[in-house]
C-alpha cells in the first residue's frame, strides 16, 4: 500500500469543513448549561482509495470524538468497510492511498509503515472485522486468538493472557468461556467467533474501536449485548466508529452519522436528523426498504416515479387440509461425550397453502433442524412430517423421491449451495429436470430457464453467468428461481436475507411475496431478523432450546408477547423510530 500525502488538494479541505460541522457543533463557551465539547481523536480528509486505477472512496471526510459513536452506513460496494480498513493500515495489496490528513490525537498516521501500524493496533485501535470465520486462525485455539493482542504488545505473561482471554469472552457473552477458549475457531458457530474477534479488539481498551458489521451474524439478543458493551465503552470514553447497513442498530448506538454511497459521503449529521428528516434521496431510500410491522402488507420498495408504497394482493389462505403438518418432532444428537442431546423437542406445527409461518429463535433454538426434518434431510428421532395428509419423513429415500419436487428450499449462502463448476443455466436446467415436467430437449430447458429469470427479476444476460461472478442479490434470485424450477407447493426459507444489504433485502423480499400472491407458493421462513419476521409472516413459531415456547398470528406474538423469551427479544431488538 502507498500512501501519498498531498496537503495541496483543496477540495478535500473544503470536505472536512462541511463534515465537521456537521458531526458535532460544540455548545457556545460560557453558555448557562452547555456541556463540554465533544474532544475530537481521529481526523480524516480528503480519503480516496483506488484499485487497479478505479477510485472507490473520493476524498470522503469526517472526525471521530471521544465518548461518541459515528456510523459510516451504506449498501456493498459503497467504500465503507474500505474506509474502515484504510484508516487502520489495512487497505490491502495494490491499493493506492491518499489523504490530506490522517491524524489519530496529535499522532499523523499518513506516513506509517506495517511495522509502526503494527504498534498502533490493537492498543490504539481496535478493529472488529465482519468475517469471523476468514479474520481467526483456524489452527489456534480461540484463548489464543482473544489473547493475541495482549501478546503482541508484551502484557502480562501467557497464564495472565489466558486467564484475561476467558474475562473477555465472558464479557461479550460467550457461554462456557472456559471450553470455548479451548476450542478451535471452526468449532464455533458464526455468532461465538463472532464475539470472540470483538472480544480481541476490546482486550487493551484502546481509545478508539472500529466495528465493521458487529451484530450482522448474531442473534437479536446476543447482537443487544454486544452493542451494550460498546455503548459502555463509549461511556466510559471510547470512540467508536460503527460500520454497518442496519439503520436499527446504528438507531441504537450511534450519535452521528455519514451516509455512503458510491465513494461518496451523501450526507452527514446527527443521528435524530439522519433518522427522522433524510435529505439525500438515498438515504430516504435506505430507510423506506427496512422492514417492520410498519410495512406489513406492502411492499418495501417505493416505485420509481416516487408514488406511496404499493400495497399487496393476498391470496386467500386455504385453512382445510394443512399442507405440511409436523407432529411431535424430536431429534437428538449424540455428542463426544457420548451422551444425546435433544435439539428439537416435542415440536409441532401445522402450515396452511398460501400462507407463511414464520420460525425464530437464537442460534442453537433447534429452528434449522426443525426446518430440515420438514425437508426430510434430516430424520426426526421421533414424531413424523406429514405432506397433504400422508407420511412424509417416515418414507425411505425412493418413496420418498417422486414428492421431492413438491418442497423447495432457499438458504442463507446461496454460492455454497451451487456446484461452483456450473453456470446458471446448468443450475436451473438440473433444477427444472427434477419436477414434474422436465424438459424435452435443450432448448425447452434454455426457455423455462429464461422465464424463471424473468420471473425472480433477472434478465437474459444473467443465464451464463457464473454464480461468483454475481452480486450477492443476484445469488439469491437464482437461488429463487432454482427453488421455483420444480412447482413447489411449499418452500423453505433459511435466512434467505440475513446476508444481504437493506435495499437489496427490500428487493428480495418484495420479490418472495410477489410470487406468493402470483403463484400461491406457501412458506416456512426461518430467521432471527424480527423486523422481517413481522413484515413477511402470517403466523409465528418462537423456539427456545428445541421448544416452541409462544405462537400465534404475528400481531398478536409481537403486540402482546406472552412468554418472558418472547418478551425478552423483543426488548433485545433494535428498533428503528423514523416518520413514514
Not at 125 to 135: M, Y
Request: hydrophobic share 40%; charged share 25%.
Amino acid at each position: 500500500m502507498s500512501i501519498v500525502d498531498d496537503r495541496n488538494d483543496t477540495d478535500g479541505a473544503v470536505a472536512v469543513t462541511a463534515a465537521t460541522a456537521a458531526t458535532a457543533a460544540p455548545a457556545e463557551p460560557g453558555a448557562a448549561g452547555a456541556a463540554p465539547p465533544p474532544v475530537p481523536l481521529l481526523h480524516v480528509e480528503g480519503l480516496r482509495v483506488s484499485f487497479a486505477g478505479t477510485e472507490v472512496v473520493k476524498g470522503i471526510s469526517f472526525t471521530a470524538y471521544a465518548g461518541r459513536c459515528l456510523a459510516i452506513v451504506g449498501e456493498s460496494g459503497s467504500g465503507k468497510s474500505v474506509t474502515a480498513r484504510t484508516v487502520v493500515g489495512l487497505t490491502g495489496a495494490g491499493s493506492e492511498v491518499s489523504v490530506d490528513r490522517l491524524e489519530l490525537g496529535d499522532r499523523d498516521l499518513s506516513g506509517l509503515g506495517e511495522r509502526q501500524w503494527r504498534r498502533i493496533r490493537g492498543k490504539e485501535v481496535g478493529f472488529v472485522l465482519q468475517d469471523a470465520l476468514v479474520s481467526l486462525d483456524q489452527l489456534r485455539k480461540v484463548g489464543h486468538e482473544v489473547a493475541e493482542p495482549l501478546a503482541v504488545h508484551g502484557v502480562g505473561d501467557r497464564r495472565a493472557r489466558a486467564a484475561k482471554a476467558i474475562e473477555l469472552l465472558e464479557s461479550v457473552g460467550v457461554p462456557e468461556p472456559e471450553v470455548r477458549a479451548a476450542q478451535r475457531p471452526y468449532e464455533l458457530s458464526g455468532g461465538l467467533r463472532q464475539r470472540a474477534l470483538i472480544a480481541s479488539a476490546i482486550a487493551l481498551d484502546p481509545p478508539l474501536v472500529i466495528a465493521d458489521e458487529p451484530t450482522t451474524a448474531l442473534d437479536v439478543t446476543v447482537g443487544a449485548q454486544v452493542l451494550d458493551l460498546l455503548a459502555a465503552s463509549k461511556s466510559r470514553g471510547t470512540s467508536i466508529i460503527l460500520i454497518s447497513h442496519d439503520l436499527a442498530v446504528v438507531a441504537r448506538l450511534a450519535d452521528d452519522v455519514a451516509v455512503m454511497k458510491g465513494g461518496e459521503i451523501v450526507e452527514h449529521g446527527p443521528v435524530e436528523d439522519i433518522l427522522r428528516n433524510p435529505q439525500h434521496a438515498y438515504t430516504k431510500a435506505l430507510l423506506d426498504a427496512v422492514p417492520s410491522e410498519h410495512t406489513r402488507g406492502t411492499h418495501l420498495v417505493r416505485p420509481a416515479d416516487g408514488e406511496e408504497k404499493t400495497v399487496r394482493s393476498r391470496r386467500p389462505v386455504d385453512r382445510g387440509r394443512p399442507l405440511i403438518e409436523a407432529r411431535h418432532l424430536v431429534k437428538a444428537f449424540r455428542g463426544p461425550d457420548g451422551k444425546d442431546r435433544e435439539v428439537v423437542r416435542d415440536v409441532s406445527f401445522e402450515v396452511f397453502s398460501g400462507e407463511t409461518l414464520g420460525i425464530v429463535g437464537e442460534s442453537g433454538s433447534g429452528k434449522t433442524t426443525t426446518a430440515r426434518i420438514a425437508l426430510a434431510l434430516t430424520p426426526p428421532t421421533s414424531g413424523e412430517v406429514l405432506l397433504r395428509g400422508e407420511p412424509w419423513s417416515a418414507l425411505g429415500l425412493r418413496q420418498r423421491r417422486p414428492a421431492r419436487s413438491r418442497i423447495g428450499v432457499v438458504y442463507q449462502d446461496p454460492l455454497s449451495s451451487f456446484d461452483p463448476r456450473w453456470s446458471v443455466d446448468r443450475i436451473l436446467a438440473d433444477a427444472l429436470s427434477r419436477g414434474p415436467r422436465p424438459p424435452a430437449n435443450a432448448t425447452e430447458a434454455r426457455r423455462r430457464s429464461l422465464e424463471l429469470l424473468e420471473q425472480v427479476g433477472l434478465g437474459h444476460g444473467h443465464l451464463t453467468s457464473a454464480p461468483l461472478r454475481l452480486s450477492g442479490g443476484q445469488r439469491q434470485r437464482v437461488a429463487i428461481a432454482r427453488a421455483l424450477a420444480p412447482e413447489p407447493e411449499l418452500i423453505v426459507c433459511d435466512e434467505p436475507v440475513s446476508a444481504l444489504d437493506v435495499s437489496v433485502q427490500a428487493q428480495v423480499l418484495d420479490l418472495l411475496t410477489d410470487l406468493q400472491d402470483e403463484l400461491g407458493v406457501t412458506y416456512l421462513f426461518i430467521s432471527h431478523d424480527l423486523g422481517v419476521i413481522h413484515h413477511m409472516c402470517d403466523r409465528i413459531l418462537v423456539m427456545k432450546d428445541g421448544e416452541v415456547v409462544e405462537s400465534g398470528g404475528a400481531d398478536e406474538v409481537f403486540d402482546r408477547p406472552r412468554h418472558p423469551y418472547t418478551q425478552q427479544l423483543l426488548t433485545a431488538l433494535p428498533r428503528l423510530e423514523v416518520a413514514r
